[in-house]
């Protein structure tokens, strides 16, 4: 059993339901501080997080994480208990398995290996973790970030260990990711008796013309890196549950996932201009939860695709397809931040689980992208 496995499996053991970290970051620190890493904890609300840092030479390459995991499910579905980490048929399985402490574990055993072999190495190592990446995402990385931002500390290279392998381990980092823009939207009407409608406004038929323009409109057309910004509804309620009462309002969700071809202020405005142009009646109120970001094909992206394809002996397609992740974040202090992990097949689901063979080459990775990026 590697290094790099038992610790999965020790990280694995605990029950760190977000936010909570049931000490898993203990466990980082304490391997951390052998090597000479300086701590600092920085707890927000009920999160813990902590910064690590060795060196204070440029450049400084980051691992991002997080130790929190979603909640299990019912434990009685699962092969063996969530949290009770087991191999069975050449996979390791539990909770977080593959989101995301088993790259946790190789950020760690890769790291130890590094400094082992290349003591004289340039630049400074560093760790960015959390325990409230899953859940809200307001007292985790984004506030370790502010923290970093406004003592100038400035970053280089980032690497998030979020699990974005698709069909083999290795076949796609994400070297961005499209912004999330919601709106809740009401449309004020009229109630009354639908039996006289010379009575009522009906917010519904008043809203459904610019419905279909927004539905039907370009937002942009993407880039070499995104697809074109989407514009979904996801939840439209009203009414009083009567057949006979038009509603006085109606509550309408949407989102925006969208790419660097567009601004957070382009999109804003050219839904209110919509909105205007059928004359609706309405209040809208916006929540941004995350900016795009891109990482160009350089240094960054050309170190950990030589290291990909020394260890799995496959060349990753570039991807900026998924949700939000707290590279959102770090982007903000950070010009070249990608992720890259294991497979996401059974990420967030029941039996959870990452195949043991592909362990040892992701620390193989993260150990070849530090050699590639601070020793040549």
Known sequence: MTETLQLSRALIARRSLTPDDAGCQDILIERLEKLGFHIERMRFGNVDNFWARRGTARPVLV????????????AESWFSPPFEPTIRDGKLFGRGAADMKTSLAAFITAIET??????????????????????????????????????????????????????????????????????TLIVKGK???????????????????????????????????????SWQISNMNGGTGATNVVPGTVEILFNFRFSTASTEQQ????????????????DLNWELSGKPYITPKGSL???????????????PALSTTGGTSDGRFIADICPQVIEFGPLNATIHQLNECVDVADIEPLKMTYLHTLENLLCH
Not at 63 to 74: K, L, M, Q, R
Not at 301 to 315: C, F, H, K, L, R
Request: proline share 5%; hydrophobic share 40%.
């Open 114 to 183: 590094f400094i082992e072999q290349h003591s004289d190495h340039k630049g400074s190592i560093a760790l960015l973790i959390t325990s409230d990446e899953e859940a809200e995402a307001i007292d985790g990385t984004a506030r370790v970030v502010e923290t970093l931002q406004a003592r100038g500390e400035l970053l280089d290279y980032c690497i998030v260990g979020e699990p974005t392998s698709n069909k083999l381990v290795g076949d796609m980092i994400k070297n961005g990711r499209r912004g999330s823009l919601s709106g």
């Open 301 to 315: 992206v050309a170190a950990i695709t030589q290291a990909i394809e020394d260890s799995y002996g496959i060349t």
């Open 191 to 229: 109630q009354g008796h639908i039996a006289y409608p010379h009575l009522v406004i009906n917010p519904i038929h008043m809203i459904a013309p610019a419905i279909a323009e927004l539905a039907d409109t370009l937002w942009d057309s993407g880039n070499e890196y995104f697809p074109a910004t």
């Open 63 to 74: 691992f991002a994480g997080h130790t929190d995991v979603v909640p299990s499910g019912p």
């Open 267 to 282: 999109l804003k405005d050219r839904v209110h201009a919509i909105l205007d142009k059928h004359q609706v009646n309405y």
